[in-house]
């Protein structure tokens, strides 16, 4: 568990009320509620193919939900548009998977380009915040790479920064950890806390890393993918000692489940961490 | 000299006679203000040469990246000029922010990107890369000489549905573009072609025929099916291959013990080269097509265009057409796959490579008819 003061019991910044997400038809996410707390590092976890990325997409405004709705700081992001979309998605800030940094734009021009897009900050104002961000993740070294020259570890970190460029109120990071050595990805999980702590920001981290998702989250969603919606949620460290769901204690444990899946009984674990009464 | 007193302002700056500089930030430190003041503050301090710089940030409310950038700045300015910026008073919930994200040695950060190399360095770069692009050319085509004759030897082992699929692409999908060009190129020279004819007597535009047909059967049905794939298949071979590099799949069939050239490559030249001379004697076909519906808008019948076709054209002249079209297809399939194989990373390789095949197999398929065009002449053919 982190040592990060997080504010467990602050106002919510996003909420997910009732959400259901599908693709072509086909049921993905069905009637999930979450809440996340501003200032948090908050980790969506699951098994292959349970929903996470598809939440993750959802949150930041890449798709539609099919019912439901997903709050932003009380914004709409799935009803909101031109202006407003714009200004929602001007506080949020998204490092991929595999970076999705700009191959032909260098480390530094591609954190410049949301500064260059979004504000009216001079030039040289510009490049004094590129390399600050630059150098809270370590690469002020590589300022002239290009995204080809990185390694795995540079190219999660370079994305970082390129997130956090706009100061935005929240991060989400799909995968942080995914394809990076044990070291590498620990370093990376120090970043986030410390970063956490130096921002204020909220983070919304999806993973299922266990060693980092124990490291950052002050709360974890698990998703299950048969029953497409939350099967326990709540500080990672009670839930792999407490949860009354075996399948999600031994997905936290890394244990093969007994059952094929995190199946109910539904809700059992959200029922007691709402109350904070585990057993 | 002092500044101060604008609207949102976040700093007074006054920069003394003794080189010593004095900055008071206060309020707000965030973009929109950053941005406003990011001159007023800077600059007096660039021009005035400022070594010390005292900045009191004891009045400074919030800082986000730009107040972080432009502390950095200030401290950059200070160093430049010999000195060094002394921020005190900022607020303890800020300061790891700012000690975090500044820079140790202002100095250092170069924010310039590395000049160019020399004009010699770069002239030599250039000509070793044309070295080894030549190289793995000459390679490549060993391999594929040696992959073609495994293939005649071993045609079970040839991946054949890999074949259909790739004529089919290659030739059947072709059709309707190769029938648009053909038809309106024959059509072209039947026009570009009466009009000087008709200088040497009334008549003499009846040799739009022949012309059409000795053009076409020789030069132009092979040239322009060969240049539309190189744009339609050359490319798709480069793209195909290319973003099968990008993703190691040929890597994985190496792995697997699998040759990428016997399991990519021959197929797609096998393809390409049985299927294209089809495609040409189509082309040939609309060509003279397209052409005759111009010299029947002369005034001359079916019977004329067709007496004259057969007496000025004969098997040699469709034979010696269909080879050039061998070693066009042959040419563009090597190129569009070799143009794949060594594409390089990154998001623009693909896009590259597809370029450089298409440009290399217009080339060089130019370059084959020229030097092919020379031996029929020496060859009386």
């Known amino acids: ?279 | 000299m002092k500044n101060r007193g604008v609207e949102n302002s976040i700093a007074d700056v006054e920069v003394t006679a003794g080189q010593d500089a004095r900055v008071i930030l206060s309020g707000r430190l965030d973009a929109a203000s950053v941005a406003a003041n990011w001159a007023r503050v800077v600059e007096p301090l660039r021009q005035g040469r400022a070594a010390a710089t005292d900045i009191d940030a004891s009045g400074v409310e919030y800082c986000d990246g730009a107040g972080v950038g432009l502390l950095i700045e200030l401290r950059r300015i200070a160093a430049r000029n010999g000195g060094q910026a002394t921020i005190h008073g900022l607020p303890a919930k800020l300061a790891p922010l700012v000690e975090m994200a500044s820079l140790d040695d202002p100095t250092v950060c170069a924010l310039d990107p590395p000049p160019p190399a020399p004009v010699l360095v770069r002239v030599g770069r250039s000509a070793s890369e044309l070295l080894r692009d030549a190289l793995q050319m000459i390679t490549f085509t060993g391999e594929v000489i040696a992959a073609l004759c495994w293939a005649i030897r071993h045609p079970r082992q040839v991946r054949w549905r890999d074949v259909r699929m790739v004529a089919e692409k290659a030739g059947v999908n072709a059709l309707p573009v190769a029938s648009l060009l053909g038809a309106l190129v024959g059509a072209i020279v039947a026009y570009q072609t009466a009009a000087p004819l008709r200088n040497f007597g009334a008549d003499a535009d009846v040799y739009v025929a022949d012309i059409i047909a000795v053009a076409v059967l020789r030069e132009l049905g092979p040239l322009i099916t060969a240049i539309l794939a190189a744009g339609r298949t050359g490319s798709a071979f480069a793209a195909e291959v290319g973003t099968m590099k990008v993703t190691e799949e040929l890597d994985a069939l190496s792995t697997m013990g699998l040759s990428p050239v016997r399991f990519l490559i021959v197929p797609r030249v096998l393809a390409t080269v049985l299927v294209l001379p089809f495609l040409c004697v189509f082309v040939n076909l609309i060509s003279i097509a397209g052409g005759y519906a111009v010299f029947a808008s002369l005034g001359y019948p079916w019977a004329t265009f067709w007496r004259r076709t057969l007496e000025v054209v004969n098997y040699v002249d469709l034979l010696g057409g269909l080879f050039k079209m061998l070693v066009f297809a042959l040419l563009v399939a090597a190129i569009g796959c070799q143009r794949g194989l060594v594409t390089k990373q990154g998001p623009g390789a693909v896009g590259d490579s597809t370029t450089r095949a298409v440009v290399t197999g217009i080339v060089l398929i130019i370059a084959a008819d020229w030097l092919l065009g020379a031996a029929y002449f020496r060859l009386g053919i």
């Open chain 1, 1 to 279: 568990m982190n040592e990060r003061a997080a504010n467990p019991a602050g106002e919510p910044l996003i909420r997910v009320d009732d959400f259901v997400a599908e693709y072509d038809g086909r049921l993905v996410l069905d009637h999930v509620s979450l809440e996340i707390k501003r200032g948090e590092v908050f980790v969506i976890a699951g098994g292959s193919g349970c929903g996470k990325t598809t939440l993750l997409k959802h949150m930041i405004g890449l798709c539609k939900p099919a019912g439901g709705r997903i709050l932003i700081d009380g914004c709409d992001i799935g009803q909101a548009a031109g202006a407003e979309l714009a200004c929602l998605l001007r506080r949020i800030g998204v490092a991929y998977q595999g970076g999705a940094l700009f191959g032909s734009l260098t480390v530094l021009e591609n954190v410049r380009l949301p500064l260059e897009e979004h504000t009216d900050l001079p030039p040289d104002a510009i490049d004094m915040i590129a390399v600050s961000k630059l150098k809270l993740v370590g690469l002020e070294d590589a300022l002239h790479k290009l995204p080809a020259e990185l390694s795995g570890g540079m190219t999660k970190r370079a994305a970082l920064a390129r997130a956090i460029a706009l100061d935005p109120q929240i991060v989400f990071l799909d995968e942080p950890s995914a394809g990076l050595d044990p070291i590498t990805s620990a370093e990376l999980d120090a970043l986030i806390l410390r970063l956490a702590g130096l921002l204020h920001t909220t983070f919304v981290i999806v993973s299922h890393e266990l060693p980092s998702i124990f490291a950052i989250a002050d709360r974890v969603v698990i998703l299950d993918a048969a029953t497409k919606t939350v099967v326990a949620l709540g500080p990672p460290a009670e839930l792999r000692d407490h949860c009354p769901n075996e399948s999600v204690r031994a997905f936290l444990t890394r244990r093969p489940p007994t059952t094929t899946h995190l199946a109910p009984p539904r809700n059992e674990c959200r029922g007691l961490q709402a109350t904070g009464d585990y057993p």
